[in-house]
């Protein structure tokens, strides 16, 4: 009779973690609408406009690191040979000089976690 509780117990205990689990992961997932609000401020260089600062980011997840050909990238940036995937993006927005050494993007990073997910989430839509 006790070997069938604990086992009972276990498999309830078990069904419950997986369901906080599962209810954590939900309320952690990425917020595209916030990445997009977080975004507007590097917009004001990442824009599509011809004369923007920075290249328009347009597209960038999957791009290649220094690829848009209208664009005219700092020397470190072209032989970075990145593949803009979720960790090089995650790398560089929290922290660009560390990621691409000489690069020529004056920013200092974005350090909430929540905001780089969000962001990561939004250039994935941004096309």
Known sequence: MRKTTTVAFGTAWLAAAVTLASASSIAQAADVAHGKQVFATCAACHSDKPDAIGPSLRG?????????????????????????????????????????????????????????????????TYR
Do not use: C, H
């Open 60 to 124: 960038v997840y999957g791009r290649k690191s220094g690829s848009l050909e209208d664009f005219r990238y700092s020397n470190a940036m072209m032989r970075a040979n990145l593949t803009w995937n979720e960790d090089n993006l995650r790398a560089y927005i929290k922290d660009p000089q560390a990621k691409v050494p000489g690069n020529r993007m004056p920013f200092g990073g974005l350090q909430d976690e929540k905001d780089v997910d969000d962001v990561i989430a939004y250039l994935k």
